[in-house]
């Protein structure tokens, strides 16, 4: 009879919910190591704005994917997963518990359930949907998805351009739907008993935890790592630039809107990034949820207790 597989835990919650703190009690707890899913943890030097544990909130527990992209390379789910399964190799050699703080669905999705086998990216074909979306308006790229693959044209909005140009051009390439290629080819993880905790705190304390931290992080130095950021890198237009409070705060530099206006908007952005970011846990299927903060003392008890007991479907009282 073979041993059952060992247990891998996804802590999946909206920004600001404690998902790192909870991560490090349970890895002191259960001899465990810390697997960042995150797409914007992955870039050296982006660190406040991030929200990145400091080593010292670390508490000597190892933390896996902090600060392993350049700002000039690109972060992909399927880099993301590449690297993620090396990790997991290891820590399975050194019979050490992963446990993943979920920021990024799309990443987590692609570790667990594999990735379809997309073509490569097509410069020449993204060049002339770009001229015909500029000569034809901007709804021209959703109604040419919507001929190509309907249910794909349903899930896109008609103004993410970026995720319409890539649909079209899956459609084209491989000569089939972009939503029957992602039907194919998946390899799922295997190997691992996963277990989902879903962190799902009320709204109106998380809206009000996401203000704090955003004021926290200013005063950190957020604008000044910004700075240092612009300085040194070749081109400010590189994709870290474009995250949440790190655009508004190269604004500011830039002199074209306040501290203050900036310090605004990154809330409200931030806030409607939590709000995806639920929407898109919600849909994962096995996850158990608790009600809280990852960091409240009396939760992370509560949250123990169930994973000691094997990560039942239902929490404990």
Known sequence: ??????????????TASGKSALAIYLARQLNGEVVIC????????????TGKPVP?????????????????????????????????????????LPILTVGTGLYMRALFDGLADLPQRSENLRVRLRASTAKRGDAYLHRLLKRLDPQSAQRIAPGDTQKLIRAVEVCVLARRPLTEVHNQGRTPLTGWHIIKIGLQPHRDQLYSRIHARIDAMLAAGWQAEVSRLLAASRSDTAKPFDFLGYKELRAVLRNEISTNAARQ??????RRYAKRQQTWFR?????TWFPGFGDNPQLQIQILQ????????????
């Open 38 to 49: 995150d797409s914007t943890q992955l870039y050296r030097g982006f660190d406040i704005g």
């Open 265 to 270: 908007a990154i809330q409200q952005s931030t």
């Open 1 to 14: 009879m073979s041993a059952p597989p060992p247990p891998l835990l996804a802590i999946l919650g909206p």
């Open 306 to 317: 169930w994973v000691k007991r094997g990560g039942s479907s239902d929490p404990l009282p």
């Open 56 to 96: 010292a909130e670390r508490q000597g527990i190892p933390h896996h994917l902090l600060d392993v992209l350049d700002p000039s390379e690109e972060a992909t789910a399927g880099g993301y997963r590449e690297m993620a399964l090396a990790v997991l190799d290891d820590l399975r050699l050194c019979n050490k």
């Open 283 to 287: 849909r994962e299927s096995n996850v």
